[in-house]
Nanobody, 121 residues
Framework: QVQLVESGGGLAQPGGSLRLSCAASGNIFSIDAMAWYRQAPGKQRELVAAITSSSSTTYADSVKGRFTISRDNAKNTVYLGTDSLKVEDTAVYYC???????????????WGQGTQVTVPS
């Protein structure tokens, strides 16, 4: 199967930088898309940014112009970065991948374990 391993979360100051990484490993045939979601306390999980295998990107309005999503297809790794964090960015961030697997039909979805990002006021 597939594992999504996240790194880079933690504590950062308003106006500071954040760099999250998520590496996919396992019996992967191909990855159609990878994305970052986040969930703040008392709120629904929301899409932050997504990127396809052809590097087409989508951003939530709340992060557009501040966050950048990128992908290294050779390493099956997706990144999320910003140099202008806000207190409102505080949430648990989850990595997501949609992939085809070796020896299995259809498309499967996978989630990372989640990593806390805290931007204190």
């Amino acid at each position: 199967q597939v594992q999504l391993v996240e790194s880079g979360g933690g504590l950062a100051q308003p106006g500071g930088s954040l760099r999250l990484s998520c590496a996919a490993s396992g019996n992967i045939f191909s990855i159609d898309a990878m994305a970052w979601y986040r969930q703040a306390p008392g709120k629904q999980r929301e899409l932050v940014a997504a990127i396809t295998s052809s590097s087409s990107t989508t951003y939530a309005d709340s992060v557009k112009g501040r966050f950048t999503i990128s992908r290294d297809n050779a390493k099956n790794t997706v990144y999320l970065g910003t140099d202008s964090l806000k207190v409102e960015d505080t949430a648990v961030y989850y990595c997501y991948a949609r992939a085809e697997l070796i020896g299995l039909t259809g498309v499967h979805e996978f989630w990372g374990q989640g990593t806390q990002v805290t931007v204190p006021s």
